[in-house]
T-cell receptor, first 111, second 109 residues
Framework: EAQVTQNPRYLITVTGKKLTVTCSQN?????MSWYRQDPGLGLRQIYY???????DKGDVPEGYKVSRKEKRNFPLILESPSPNQTSLYFC??????????FGQGTRLTVV | SQQGEEDPQALSIQEGENATMNCSYK?????LQWYRQNSGRGLVHLIL?????REKHSGRLRVTLDTSKKSSSLLITASRAADTASYFC?????????FGQGTRLTINP
């Protein structure tokens, strides 16, 4: 089954404790992207990747890191999480220019 | 910055009525897409319309595209309670897929 898998689905952490949210896709898509969704602000893009070893900043990259060492994986790293990074996070993948497939989301709370 | 802007931000109608949502975008596009999101869940792709198309249908969905006005609309006919969700337009720009703010649609039984 074609899918994008994010883990974990829910996470509560403390300020400053490094965390990684994983994202994996099984569709051989070149393009992968991370978004955060906050009430009233829609979907805002954090980082995206056009292919392996190619990543670029989206609209709200501050406080986040990504890597794309393999085509299927695109982890999102919060080196020192802060409460303003409490949000709902989505990973998506697609062929360039085509429809995107989304993961189920990760609800992160930073206390 | 967001590529698309959607209108209205929220829409509430009675079951059986038609729902129309609009999207405007800023730069030239190859295609425009519409997605649906049930509360707190991942977005699901509904329909894609190419820049050389003016109208496209899929079941109860009808999408139009006016590239001269840089706008698109999504019409859901004969709405059902299960259509309650948020709807987003999205387009590829500058090698990334950018989403509008979304329209929150509520269908009242």
């Amino acid at each position: 089954e074609a899918q994008v898998t994010q883990n974990p689905r829910y996470l509560i952490t403390v300020t400053g404790k490094k965390l990684t949210v994983t994202c994996s896709q099984n569709m051989n898509h070149e393009y992968m992207s991370w978004y955060r969704q906050d009430p009233g602000l829609g979907l805002r893009q954090i980082y995206y990747s056009m292919n392996v070893e190619v990543t670029d900043k989206g609209d709200v990259p501050e406080g986040y890191k990504v890597s794309r060492k393999e085509k299927r994986n695109f982890p999102l790293i919060l080196e020192s999480p802060s409460p303003n990074q409490t949000s709902l996070y989505f990973c998506a993948s697609s062929l360039t220019g085509a429809e995107a497939f989304f993961g189920q989301g990760t609800r992160l709370t930073v206390v | 910055s967001q590529q698309g802007e959607e209108d209205p931000q929220a829409l509430s109608i009675q079951e059986g009525e038609n729902a129309t949502m609009n999207c405007s975008y800023k730069t030239s596009i190859n295609n425009l897409q519409w997605y649906r999101q049930n509360s707190g869940r991942g977005l699901v792709h509904l329909i894609l319309i190419r820049s050389n198309e003016r109208e496209k249908h899929s079941g109860r969905l009808r999408v139009t595209l006016d590239t001269s006005k840089k706008s698109s609309s999504l019409l859901i006919t004969a709405s059902r309670a299960a259509d309650t969700a948020s709807y987003f337009c999205a387009s590829w720009g500058a090698q990334k897929l950018v989403f509008g703010q979304g329209t929150r649609l509520t269908i009242n039984p």
